[in-house]
């Protein structure tokens, strides 16, 4: 989707501004919210490419003057709505009014640590040989899906240099294909794919600028 | 709260809005079974304790020391971050990318927030600010000034971002004059900023 997330390259957000004094959370609510945020993606009801594309797809202006922790929060209660896992009353009220839904896997003290340290890999075994080699050219297709991708609007088109081969990964477009479990998930070859500066930006760009996207084979063709 | 310049949307009566609703939330997920509470506050404690640029800062300084690790790191980042304990959530898949005299990495997420947690823990409020995802693609130098920091006009800029599962953790250069320092002493020199390009490492002990 071509969504005011797919941020690269968007001019008028201003410099960037370091926090003097950061501190990791600015209010409790945002260290709950993060907390429960892992927990109930531990749960299974979704997986990270859905989570993202809850996220990407609320309302533009929404999603721009929310904060980080604000966005993970409209999106996690949308995700468990969209799955009859809460109501909209019972949000409101923070009291149970419908039975829960059985859920894969509830964390507790004793299997945090050992969720976060496994994480959820994507790499998968490969099937078929890969398309591409560390040196080849390609192009970055000038696709635009209504559903979730990872390929940034600001390559689409333009032609780089296949970088590295990282193996095949679960394809996000096709991970958000089924909204509970079991997830599609189907594995493509990805390749971090390098561009120019100039490529991308034209003259505005600084020509010793180079950058990269990882991009998975279907997101890719040959390029002279 | 502090950084407030970074943090716009959130004025003084909004968070509590938010306080109210996520209190709300956690109890709701809470009487639903979904969540326990103390493995939430064990999550916390785990980001805010043991997972944090510590841990990234460790792997930085054994790979100035150890010419062996420096060359797995570069061509097995997660077996080598492995090694040190530091494994999985937002992790998995890990890249090391070293600076050198010539050419300067600099990491970003352009499409959300993707960040190395386990070796960097969670990503400060600037890397996941609209400022920094829009101009570190196109103006990486531009950034690293907004950070205070310059670097020579040859010098090349090398963005990567971490549009799929992969998570890149930049290795900084060693400063000159730190040929004294012990490993524990040289991670001390690794800023957070450093291992993700917009810093370098602290050329004196602070």
Same mark, same amino acid.
């Given at each position: ?51 993202? +594309?809850?996220?990407?797809? =609320?309302? #533009?202006? &929404? ?10 929060? !409209? %999106? ?13 009353t019972e949000l409101q009220s923070g009291q149970m009014s419908t039975p829960p839904v059985p859920v894969a896997r509830v964390l507790n003290v004793q299997t945090v640590d050992a969720a976060?340290? +496994?994480?959820?890999?994507? =790499?998968? #075994?490969? &099937? ?10 390609? !192009? %970055? ?63 505005? %760009? ?19 | ?102 050419v300067h990495n600099m990491v970003v997420c352009t499409l959300c927030s993707c960040y190395p947690w386990p070796v960097l823990g969670l990503p400060p409020v600037w890397y996941k600010s ?77």
């Amino acid at each position: 989707m071509n969504g005011v997330h797919d941020m690269g390259g968007m001019q008028g957000f201003g410099p960037v501004l370091p926090a003097a004094h950061e501190t990791l959370f600015h209010a409790d609510w945002e260290s709950r919210a993060m907390a429960m945020t892992v927990a109930m993606g531990a749960a299974g009801q979704w997986n990270i490419d859905l989570a993202r +594309a809850a996220r990407e797809s =609320l309302p #533009p202006a &929404v999603y721009l003057s929310s904060s980080y922790y604000e966005i993970w929060i !409209r %999106a996690l209660e949308k995700l468990m709505l969209e799955r009859g896992m809460v109501t909209a009353t019972e949000l409101q009220s923070g009291q149970m009014s419908t039975p829960p839904v059985p859920v894969a896997r509830v964390l507790n003290v004793q299997t945090v640590d050992a969720a976060l340290a +496994a994480g959820s890999p994507t =790499l998968r #075994p490969s &099937v078929r040989p890969a398309l591409f080699a560390v040196g080849q050219r390609v !192009r %970055a297709c000038n696709m635009h899906p209504q559903g979730h991708t990872r390929l940034p609007r600001y390559v689409r088109g333009h032609t780089g240099t296949v970088a590295l081969v990282h193996g095949s990964h679960v394809l996000a477009d096709r991970h958000v294909s089924r909204p509970l479990p079991p997830f599609e998930s189907h594995a493509e070859w990805l390749y971090t794919v390098v561009f120019e500066g100039p490529a991308l930006w034209g003259d505005a %760009a600084d020509p010793q600028t180079q950058v990269s996207v990882d991009a998975w084979e279907s997101y890719l063709e040959a390029a002279l | 709260m502090s950084d407030h310049h970074t943090h716009g949307p959130e004025e003084s009566s909004h968070l509590s809005e938010m306080d109210i609703r996520v209190r709300a939330l956690e109890t709701l997920l809470t009487r639903k079974g979904y969540v326990n509470p103390a493995a939430l506050d064990r999550i916390i404690e785990t980001y805010e304790t043991d997972i944090g640029p510590h841990n990234g800062a460790r792997v930085v300084a054994k790979a100035w020391v150890d010419c062996d690790f420096k060359a797995w790191l570069l061509s097995d980042a997660t077996a080598a971050i492995a090694s040190l304990g530091y494994t999985g959530r937002q992790g998995e898949h890990m890249v090391a990318v070293a600076n050198t005299p010539e050419v300067h990495n600099m990491v970003v997420c352009t499409l959300c927030s993707c960040y190395p947690w386990p070796v960097l823990g969670l990503p400060p409020v600037w890397y996941k600010s609209a400022a920094y995802r829009a101009k570190a693609v196109m103006d990486p130098r531009g950034v690293l000034a907004d950070f205070g920091v310059t670097l020579p006009e040859k010098t090349t800029f090398r963005v990567w971002d971490s549009t799929a599962e992969v998570r890149y953790l930049v290795l900084p250069m060693r400063p000159d004059g730190t040929d004294h320092l012990d490993e524990a002493q040289l991670a001390q020199r690794v800023t957070r900023n450093a291992m993700i390009g917009t810093g370098l490492a602290l050329t004196e002990a602070v």
